[in-house]
């Protein structure tokens, strides 16, 4: 069941009930429902744009090592030209 369901479960329409008590639970219901929230929708972005940095500065870190890896390699000349053309296609710029 979820947790809005659970905590509307004990919600019943009865028009006897007086406004101030009806405006009680509404808020009752209401206050369990923040409490049971994700995160806030700043700790969401805080979250996302830490993960989205450290993807970046990783892939960054791949690729130079990579290419100083591969970077011996061109001098060879069975594989130079390949190497070489892999190193242009990992050092040229995304547009």
């Known amino acids: ?13 009865e ?14 219901i209401l206050s369990e429902l923040r409490d049971g929230m994700a995160p806030s929708l700043m700790t969401r972005i805080g979250r996302s744009a830490a993960v989205a940095f450290g ?7 791949l690729v ?3 290419l100083a890896i591969l970077q011996p390699f061109t001098k060879l000349q069975v594989i130079g030209d390949k190497v070489d053309r892999l ?6 710029p995304k547009k």
């Open 87 to 92: 190193i242009e296609v990992l050092d040229k």
């Open 1 to 13: 069941m979820s947790k809005l369901m659970k905590a509307a479960s004990h919600i019943t329409v």
């Open 55 to 61: 993807t970046v500065l990783g892939l960054t870190v």
């Open 64 to 66: 130079a090592i990579a």
């Open 15 to 28: 028009s006897h009930v007086p406004l101030d008590e009806r405006l009680e639970r509404i808020e009752r």
